[in-house]
C-alpha cells in the first residue's frame, strides 16, 4: 500500500519561495506518476504539476509552469515541489498523490481520477 506524507506548507508574502515535499512509502514502479494538486476553499482540486517516479519526464499547470519545478529526491524517496514567485493565488492545501496502477511506461495523468493514493494535505498560504 502506497503511504504520502507532506510537509514544507505555510505562510509566506507574495514574491516568495516555497518547498513542499512528500515522502513516499510502499510498492512504487518507475512507470508510476508522483503529482501534486492544490485545493482552495470552495473550488474543485487543480492538478499542479505531475513526474514520473523514474524522473524522466514531467507535466505542470499552466499556471505554475516557470514559477514551480517539482522534482524527485532518490536517495530520500521524495517528491518535492519548489515554489517561486508565489502569489496570493497560489493560496491552497497542496496534496501528493500517487498513480501507482499500469497505464504506460511514459503515463503522466493531470486529473485527479487517475491517481489512487493521496497524502494528507498540507496549507500554503500567500499573503499580499
Known amino acids: 500500500q502506497v503511504q504520502l506524507v507532506e510537509s514544507g506548507g505555510g505562510l509566506v508574502q507574495a514574491g516568495g519561495s516555497l518547498r513542499l515535499s512528500c515522502a513516499a512509502s510502499?510498492?512504487?514502479?518507475?512507470?508510476?506518476?508522483v503529482g501534486w494538486f492544490r485545493q482552495a476553499p470552495g473550488k474543485e482540486r487543480v492538478f499542479v504539476a505531475a513526474i514520473l517516479w523514474s524522473g524522466s519526464n514531467t507535466n505542470y499547470g499552466d499556471s505554475v509552469k516557470g514559477r514551480f519545478t517539482i522534482s524527485r529526491d532518490k536517495a530520500k524517496n521524495t517528491v518535492d515541489l519548489q515554489m517561486n514567485s508565489l502569489k496570493p493565488e497560489d493560496t491552497a492545501v497542496y496534496y501528493c498523490a500517487c498513480n501507482n496502477g499500469f497505464n504506460g511506461f511514459n503515463y503522466l495523468p493531470s486529473t485527479p481520477a487517475a491517481f489512487r493514493s493521496w497524502g494528507q494535505g498540507t496549507q500554503v498560504t500567500v499573503s499580499s
Open positions: 510502499g510498492p512504487i514502479f518507475s512507470y508510476n506518476s
